[in-house]
């Protein structure tokens, strides 16, 4: 290990690996055309997100939205809220943005980078009331739970860019990964929201995702987690 991969731990998190498949027509003509006004570039530069949404108001953050379909019906819900999602995989937010525009949506934003980087330069701190992960890649091998992105480094980064009374919130369906994410986050600077110190029931606001459906009908539990700064 070298000297900058020590002091920069979160320089080594890469949780996914980035694969652009297969386009549709829809996708392609989204990203082309919704990007302008939908789309955030990574610099150095924060952001003023009451600039950017012409208001003053909540703001959410969801890191890692796939294609989409439960983040959009999270923002239709929610429509005095501003979102800003971030996701790698640019079919996915082709979809996500062909959605988008379709319902006429003006409360959030998306970024196609890397989710660390996002937060490191162009989030503020003490900015955001929320962050959620809903079900990250698991990597289920024992050899490949460095990729997963809830690490201890992570975590306090987040907890940095959230406002006093904000929150993380988790969910997976991987028993091994949710013991991991608690484990992690019971030794971070946020405090446990659960009543029983470990996971919470499902709030009303995160909808039920095809990916959870799934795991349910293999047998997998899913457990939340809300931890608070």
């Keep these: 290990m070298n000297a900058t991969e020590t ?15 297969r ?38 953050i969801e890191i890692g939205f796939g294609m989409g379909a439960s983040f959009l019906e999270t923002i239709e819900k929610m429509p005095e809220t501003n979102f800003i999602g971030i996701e790698v995989h640019r079919p996915g937010v082709g979809a996500f943005l062909h959605q988008a525009q379709q319902k006429g949506l003006t409360n959030v934003r998306v970024y196609c980078h890397d989710a660390v980087e996002i937060l490191k330069q162009p989030i503020p701190d003490n900015s955001v009331d929320k962050v959620c992960i809903f079900f990250p890649d698991p990597w289920p091998k024992t050899r490949h739970h460095k990729r997963r992105l809830i690490q201890p480094a992570l975590v306090e980064l987040i907890a940095a860019k959230l406002k006093v009374g904000g929150c993380l919130h988790l969910a997976t369906d991987w028993e091994n990964y949710a013991e991991h994410m608690l484990s992690v986050l019971q030794a971070s600077s946020l405090k446990n929201a659960s009543a029983s110190g470990d996971y919470v029931p499902r709030p009303e606001t995160r909808p039920l995702t095809k990916y959870e459906q799934r795991g349910e009908r293999l047998g997998h539990v899913v457990r939340d987690l809300v931890f608070v700064k």
């Design 23 to 60: 386009f549709t027509p829809a996708q392609s003509k989204a990203l082309l055309e919704s990007w302008p006004f939908y789309g955030l570039e990574c610099s150095n530069d924060k952001i003023d997100p009451q600039r950017i949404f012409g208001r003053a108001s909540p703001l959410i």
């Design 7 to 21: 002091h920069n731990p979160l320089r080594r998190i890469k949780s996914f690996v980035k694969r652009e498949g």
